[in-house]
């Protein structure tokens, strides 16, 4: 058990931290080494099994995350982007491998994130699934084949929690459809019509973002022809698909070099 990486989760009492905790709990591939929240969040203080509503664990929900990181060898972490910014120092400085769920991240936070790789292994990835991964290349690929003719849409819809828009998923999604193309999402990305649009710009990729309800996940990926259409689809339907995958990249990211790596780095496709 004492050989076996042990993992830190941030935001413990959130609905991923919750999930990535049962998860880390049930594998024999890894240990819990610790839990954080942040100052005066309920959970801190308490034992991670007690407030999961079983037996305690051993292991105390803490606001000190450079401590909890310093015993560990990863740390998960879907929070919120100041948080993760943080937590990428902190887990640079314990040389801890950073697994980063977290969406919504802005240029200003990803530069430091890559300030951080330049000291330790980062994984991040706006969806950590094998299925969403597979539905990135997939859109390469069909993005590749067919002309800017037909137009790309991205249509995403989430829960009514979520903060950001468009999900993280659906900006790799459009990536990837740009890169399939050889354009800049950046310079072609259309989003939020309301109103007197005009017409859609040739070689635009829209996005659409519904939220509602307890929806996990869900993203079409939309190229629409003259009289035809394709459609590429993932729905999850159980956040553990995610926690799975995070905890598999905190175990492919140990002994790897500094650097920031992604799903498709640890998965392989
Ligand atoms: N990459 C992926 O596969 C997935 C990414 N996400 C992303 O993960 C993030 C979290 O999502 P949810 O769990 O649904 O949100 P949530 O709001 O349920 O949980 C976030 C947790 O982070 C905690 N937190 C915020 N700031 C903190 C700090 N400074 N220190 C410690 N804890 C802090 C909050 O107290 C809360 O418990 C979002 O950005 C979401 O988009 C969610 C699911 C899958
Ligand atoms: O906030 C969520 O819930 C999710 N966020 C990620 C995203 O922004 O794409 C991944 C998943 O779709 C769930």
């Known amino acids: 058990m004492g050989n076996l990486p042990g993992i830190v989760i941030t935001g413990a009492s959130g609905r991923m931290g919750q999930m990535l905790l049962r998860t880390v709990l049930a594998s024999d591939k890894c240990r819990l080494a610790g839990a954080v929240e942040r100052t005066g969040n309920p959970w801190v203080g308490r034992d991670v099994g007690e407030m999961l509503g079983g037996q305690h664990v051993g292991v105390t929900v803490t606001d000190d995350a450079l401590e909890a990181f310093a015993k560990a060898q990863a740390v998960i972490d879907f929070t ?23 969406t919504g991240l802005e240029a200003e936070h990803l530069a430091k994130i890559a300030a951080a790789a330049r000291h330790a292994v980062i994984v ?60 800049s999402l950046a310079q072609m990305r259309e989003s939020g019509r309301d109103g007197i649009t005009g017409a859609r710009a040739h070689g635009a990729i829209g996005f659409s973002a519904i939220r509602g309800g307890d929806i996990v996940g869900e993203h079409d990926v939309i190229f629409a022809g003259a009289g035809e259409r394709v459609i590429l689809r993932h729905v999850a339907t159980d956040r553990g698909i995610f926690a799975r995958g995070a905890l598999r990249a905190a175990i492919w990211g140990q ?7 992604d799903m498709i780095d640890v998965l392989g496709l």
Do not use: C
């Open 80 to 102: 919120a982007p100041a948080a993760t910014v943080e937590f990428a120092a902190l887990a640079a400085q314990a040389r801890a491998v950073h697994v980063i769920g977290t």
């Open 124 to 183: 991040r990835a706006g969806n950590m699934s094998l299925g969403v991964n597979l539905l990135v290349k997939l859109t390469q690929k069909v993005a590749e084949a067919l002309d800017a003719d037909w137009d790309v849409e991205i249509v995403e819809a989430h829960h009514n929690k979520k903060i950001d828009a468009p999900s993280g998923t659906a900006l790799m999604l459009g990536e990837a459809a740009a890169e399939g193309r050889g354009v």
């Open 255 to 261: 002994n790897k070099s500094p650097g920031e790596y």
